[in-house]
């Protein structure tokens, strides 16, 4: 009995990645190249290699995932607010009311 062996051929079309539960403004980068914004969805070259994107977003730390493009499909983008970018609150004290007269 022989066993058949699928050759696996080199891939030449694109799969799309789309990113969800992105903080507005987000956009992702393989290396310097900007591929576009969240949610995307991201046209990528289909492949078998891992690519390392970096998701990018104002006031976010920027996080690196791993894709691999040999199908389409979605990642969340888990980034996390920088500390210090939170809201300001105006001053004075929180119980105090202003008057109208």
């Known amino acids: ?29 393989l290396g310097s190249t900007r591929l576009g914004a969240a949610p995307g969805p991201l046209r990528i070259r289909q492949g078998t290699a891992p690519l390392r994107l970096t ?25 996390t607010r ?5 809201p300001t609150r105006a001053p004075g004290h929180p119980g105090d009311l202003e008057t109208p007269y």
Request: aromatic fraction near 4%; charged fraction near 15%.
């Open 55 to 79: 998701l990018r977003a104002p006031g976010h730390v920027p996080r690196t995932i791993e894709f691999v493009p040999v199908a389409s499909g979605s990642v969340e983008a888990g980034l």
């Open 82 to 86: 920088q500390a210090g970018k939170g």
């Open 1 to 29: 009995m022989s066993v058949v062996v699928p050759v696996v051929e080199p891939a030449t079309g694109q799969v799309e990645l789309t990113i969800v539960q992105a903080p507005p403004s987000t956009e992702v980068f």
